[in-house]
């Protein structure tokens, strides 16, 4: 029985590899929304906008990884969600300002 519960502990994926897996996940579909944002020539205020109602799917799985890691870290629940927050919108602003710095350039990223 020990055997079986230890087998199980190690098969499941650790709270890092799940941040991990899931911020690539959210940074690839920003990559993608920005790509297109810029191919049709949105403005940077539409831009703005559309970036905070894109990639939900993404963007909550890689928030709950981050909320799950630094509760199996003793975090408090608001810590962890605040922390988890502060990482979203950190993504949301990097690529405003690359939207931004693309838009400017009229210039696209490579893939």
């Known amino acids: 029985m020990l055997i079986t519960t230890l087998l199980l502990a190690a098969m499941a994926p650790s709270p890092t590899a799940a941040v991990d897996t899931t ?3 959210f940074a690839k579909c920003l990559r993608v929304h ?8 949105m403005e940077t205020a539409e831009y703005e906008m559309a970036l905070k109602a894109t990639c939900e799917t993404e963007r909550d799985a890689f928030r709950k990884a981050v909320i799950a890691l630094d509760r199996s870290a003793g975090e408090s629940e608001a810590n962890a969600t605040e922390s988890a ?13 690359k939207f931004k710095d693309y838009k ?3 210039s696209l990223p490579g893939d």
């Open 23 to 25: 911020r690539a996940a």
């Open 34 to 41: 920005m790509k297109t944002s810029l191919e049709a020539k």
């Open 85 to 97: 927050d502060m990482q979203v919108d950190d993504y949301h602003a990097n690529f405003t300002d």
């Open 104 to 106: 400017d350039t009229n």
